[in-house]
């Protein structure tokens, strides 16, 4: 019996770089029945590791994929994670970026992906694959490693690596990128380093690998056994509270939460990647942790259960682990990523935040009085009255505060302002915040409002607010905001330095260098911000009282340009939460007052309640 011929496939001859584009064009995710491009833009600087391998592929394939030029690489990245905080996970952008200097500017970036849990493609170009030329331009040479280029360093701190060194490695290289990037539980930055020689090189590729693909982000279900065990910890609380993390917002699990609050009458607290997924009302405690409020600490510190969702449990939300004061304390942690929901001993939910808050919602019985709710609110709500003397950054933040509404976001990422911003920010119903302090990565806040406005389109306010420092690292994004026309209202609180930092230090051991803005004669440096703006191609606006500020930010609402507001502050004060925050502390000085106050400190730490949870 004759066989019959082999079918013949079909392929078609392209570039590793126009396979690259043809093939991000046509990935799609899905939630919840809802189908999105997987990843809609592509940023990109590009330099002689890229500009022809991708360049020409981009002009040649990238009708689908707009490109998006930054200007500088890690800002690209920053602005890529405000789009995938925006689009709760679903979508993603990717970044490209020259050899040598060009991927190396892209590791910060990187490590904020990973660290906050938000997918970002990185395509940094990469040394000759052939070896042709011998030592290329930009490369490092690694006398011990023939094969070790500067991309390397993204190894750690990506949740996928792969470097291309043959087009056909393509094929299984994407799609193992995209399923970690779309994973909710494993996502963060992923890699993918592309020799410049390879980039160009021609491949016959099947026909069906540029075939419309559809992603499913599933919803993974709690498992019986491990319900069972939180239902019985839950019947068990006397006094429980709930941690609400950026899991929750990411897998659109506000309305459970609710419902779920509702039905058991469990008060919560959010840290600062989940600011804004609570429901204003008595059970929102508000920011939990050192840049919390005192009525979260008060109800955390007395509760026997604490029920974790969608948070990692890093220092600032837990107090340095001093937080957790009753002594039979017990963790409940829903997590979708398996290592967070073991964290500090708790017992495990391994499962989608909004399925397993459905599942663990009761059906019936009424929701257990808490008087010490109530007492912990009312007490917050004196402490936290005071109104500001005059304009100090708390002004800023209640001026700007008043001005949004819904659908508006908030950005923040270092310096006072996240924590403030967790502490004192009321997002109002619709709204939404993106404090990005699991990093606190200074020169985020710009770059990621613009990641946010494109996801957005263009009604609501972006309000990025920055401190001068921060603001200092990363101006020129302002000329991509004009450039792409991405509006935001960036809000500058000028106090001539890296106050945070100054005052911690001070705080701390009474001594603080390298922390202000002053010349050598110890004058302070005047940066006319608004100067800076407008040379950028923005409206600039100074201000130096809160009804300026209410005005600007109006104008600011109706114009079409990027606003940058800047406030140069008197210093004041925001209520303190009490959380305790561990510190390095200097256990000796030849100065006797700095060791009276390093010795404070370490006395601080002792008297803190810290312990292992284990
Ligand atoms: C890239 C980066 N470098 C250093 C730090 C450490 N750091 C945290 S806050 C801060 C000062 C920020 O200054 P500014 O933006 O003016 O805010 P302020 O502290 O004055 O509120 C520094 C240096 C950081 N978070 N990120
Ligand atoms: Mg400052």
């Not at 011929?5 to 939630?31: C, D």
């Not at 410049?196 to 693909?213: I, K, M, N, S, T």
Request: net charge negative; glycine share 10%; aromatic share 6%.
């Amino acid at each position: 019996m004759m066989l019959p011929p082999p079918a013949r496939r079909e392929t078609v001859r392209l570039t590793t770089g126009q396979a690259l584009v043809r093939w991000l064009s046509v990935q799609h995710a899905e939630r919840d029945g809802v189908r999105r491009r997987a990843v809609p833009a592509l940023w990109g600087i590009f330099g002689h590791g890229n500009v022809l391998g991708l360049g020409q592929a981009i002009a040649q394939e990238g009708h689908e994929l707009p490109l998006l030029q930054p200007k500088h690489e890690q800002a690209m990245v920053h602005a890529a994670l405000g789009f995938a905080k925006a689009a709760r996970r679903t979508q993603l952008h990717a970044c490209t970026a020259s050899i040598g200097p060009g991927a190396t500017n892209l590791l910060t970036g990187a490590a904020t992906a990973t660290v906050n849990r938000l997918p970002v493609l990185l395509l940094p170009a990469d040394t000759f694959a052939s070896r042709r030329s011998g030592v290329v331009l930009q490369q490092l040479q690694d006398p011990a490693a023939g094969d070790v280029t500067v991309n390397d360093a993204f190894r750690v701190l990506s949740r996928f690596f792969d470097r291309v060194a043959r087009p056909e490695q393509l094929l299984t290289a994407l799609p193992a990128a995209l399923r970690v990037l779309l994973d909710p539980a494993e996502t963060g930055a992923v890699t993918v380093a592309l020799h410049q020689d390879v980039l160009g090189e021609a491949f016959d590729w099947p026909a069906e690998f540029f075939a419309e693909r559809t992603w499913t982000i599933a919803r993974r279900p709690p498992a019986q056994e491990e319900l069972v065990r939180a239902r019985e910890l839950l019947a068990a609380a006397h006094r429980p509270v709930l941690i609400a993390g950026g899991g929750v917002r990411y897998s659109g699990a506000e309305a459970a939460l609710e419902a779920f609050q509702h039905a058991t009458g469990i008060p919560a607290a959010e840290t600062s990647a989940g600011k804004g997924v609570l429901a204003p009302g008595l059970l929102n405690l508000g920011g939990v942790g050192v840049n919390g409020t005192a009525a979260a600490r008060r109800i955390v510190e007395q509760a026997d259960l604490v029920l974790c969702v969608g948070t990692r449990l890093t220092d600032f939300t837990t107090g340095s682990l001093s937080l957790f004061q009753h002594p039979h304390v017990q963790l409940l942690s829903i997590n979708v990523a398996p290592a967070d929901a073991h964290l500090l001993g708790a017992a495990p939910l391994v499962a989608d935040a909004r399925l397993a808050l459905e599942a663990l919602r009761p059906s019936n019985g009424a929701p257990a009085d808490r008087p010490d709710v109530i007492a912990a609110q009312a007490e917050w709500r004196v402490d936290a009255a005071g109104r500001p003397a005059g304009f100090d950054r708390r002004a800023v933040y209640d001026t700007v505060n008043a001005a949004a509404r819904s659908g508006d976001w908030v950005v923040a990422a270092a310096g006072w302002t996240p924590g403030d911003v967790l502490k004192l920010w009321e997002v109002p119903p619709g709204g939404h915040a993106h404090l990005e302090f699991g990093f606190s990565c200074m020169g985020h806040e710009l770059p990621a409002g613009l990641g946010i406005r494109l996801h957005e389109g263009p009604d609501p306010e972006v309000f990025v607010i920055v401190g001068d420092g921060s603001l200092l690292m990363a101006p020129a994004e302002l000329l991509t905001a004009v450039q792409v026309d991405l509006k935001v209202t960036v809000i500058v609180i000028d106090n001539a330095g890296y106050g945070s930092i100054d005052a911690l230090a001070r705080d701390a051991v009474g001594v603080s260098v390298g922390n202000r803005f002053v010349d050598g004669e110890g004058r302070e440096l005047w940066v006319d911000v608004a100067q800076l703006a407008t040379a950028l191609g923005c409206e600039g606006v100074h201000v130096e009282d809160a009804a300026a500020l209410a005005r600007a930010l109006e104008a600011a609402r109706t114009g079409t340009r990027t606003t940058v507001i800047h406030c140069p502050v008197a210093d004041g004060d925001i209520p303190p939460s009490g959380t305790f925050w561990d510190l390095g502390v200097p256990e000796t000085a030849t100065d006797a007052a700095v060791r009276a106050r390093g010795a404070a400190a370490l006395e601080r730490r002792r008297a803190s309640g810290q312990r292992p949870l284990v």
